[in-house]
């Protein structure tokens, strides 16, 4: 039996791929838990149209990843923190500090997406940050702590 997934289903496939399953598994366990739906040419001329309009809307969105990542190699934020006299700061940087400051420049970034060599920087000076706008796409930024 040919089954189109309509989920993840493990050891199997991802979502919108055309499997065969065994006519028992298909029948009374993915078609009646909502996991699959039978493949009859209508259901297939449907996966075909989805599958092109996926690919249509993850080419726009690969191209906005790709242009927000040129627009952050000229960029250099800085971060104000409070320090003491041999340059240590009181706390740390951490992504999210980072991504409020992505966030005032008009981008939104998640603080999950944001990948420090360290996880709290805790001293005044240059560093780098690498920032993940898509599952492809990743962009390093620069960024600077400053004494407040």
Same mark, same amino acid.
């Given at each position: @039996?040919?089954?189109?997934?309509? !989920?993840?289903? &493990?050891?199997?496939?991802? !979502?919108? #791929?055309?499997?065969?399953? =065994? +006519?028992?598994?298909?029948?009374?366990?993915?078609? *009646?838990?909502? @996991?699959?739906?039978?493949?009859? *040419?209508?259901?297939?001329? @449907?996966?075909?149209?989805?599958?092109? &309009?996926?690919?249509?809307?993850?080419?726009?969105? @690969?191209?906005?990843?790709?242009?927000?990542? +040129?627009?952050?190699?000229?960029?250099?934020?800085?971060?104000?923190?409070?320090?003491?006299?041999?340059?240590?700061?009181?706390?740390?940087?951490? *992504?999210? &500090?980072?991504? #409020? $400051?992505?966030?005032?420049?008009?981008?939104?970034?998640? =603080? !999950? +997406?944001?990948?420090?060599?360290? #996880?709290? /920087?805790?001293?005044?000076?240059?560093?780098?940050?690498?920032?993940?706008?898509?599952?492809? /796409?990743? $962009?390093?930024? &620069?960024?600077?702590? /400053?004494?407040?």
């Amino acid at each position: @039996m040919e089954v189109i997934l309509l !989920k993840d289903v &493990q050891h199997l496939g991802s !979502k919108d #791929d055309l499997v065969t399953v =065994r +006519n028992g598994y298909g029948a009374n366990y993915l078609i *009646p838990n909502g @996991m699959a739906v039978l493949a009859t *040419p209508g259901n297939k001329k @449907m996966l075909l149209e989805t599958r092109r &309009q996926r690919a249509f809307k993850e080419e726009k969105i @690969m191209k906005e990843a790709e242009s927000s990542a +040129n627009w952050f190699k000229d960029k250099v934020l800085k971060i104000g923190a409070k320090a003491g006299e041999n340059g240590k700061i009181y706390g740390s940087v951490t *992504p999210l &500090q980072l991504a #409020d $400051a992505i966030r005032k420049l008009g981008v939104d970034i998640d =603080r !999950k +997406n944001i990948i420090m060599d360290d #996880d709290h /920087v805790k001293s005044l000076g240059a560093y780098t940050a690498k920032v993940k706008l898509h599952k492809n /796409v990743t $962009a390093d930024i &620069q960024f600077e702590v /400053v004494e407040e």
